[in-house]
């Protein structure tokens, strides 16, 4: 049985709709715990090619852009990657975007990235 993950897509309406600045709300915009982190690690690559599963409105990319990465995100929603798109633009940070299905076993990423980070971080 195949899941409907396009559920997504009506949360990052209703997130726009709500004038939230993403989904989940602005509060968890407003947390880079998952870049502190990662940074804390020991070993990282400190620049290089990142991609973010579930990137969302790109909030992760466009930290990790600040950082010197290049950056791809891929995310189910299609809202949500126009508005990653906007934002990049808005805020003058670079990335990639693309609406995928992560769970479509045919999906195929060309690329290959120093990092692979999920989005969905909640600490």
């Not at 715990?33 to 969302?56: H, M, S, Y």
Request: glycine residues 12%.
């Amino acid at each position: 049985m195949k899941r409907n993950y396009l559920v997504y897509e009506n949360m990052y309406i209703k997130a726009r709709e709500a004038g939230w600045e993403g989904w989940g709300g602005n509060a968890r915009l407003a947390n880079a715990e998952l870049v502190d982190r990662f940074f804390g690690l020991n070993e990282v690559p400190l620049k290089g090619r990142l991609l973010e599963l579930g990137c969302g409105e790109g909030h992760h990319c466009r930290l990790f852009s600040k950082h010197g990465y290049e950056v791809t995100g891929i995310d189910i929603s299609s809202t949500a990657i126009s508005w990653a798109c906007e934002k990049s633009v808005a805020t003058g940070i670079h990335g990639k975007f693309q609406v995928a299905d992560l769970t479509d076993i045919s999906l195929e990423i060309p690329e290959k990235y120093n990092v692979v980070i999920d989005g969905m971080y909640k600490g």
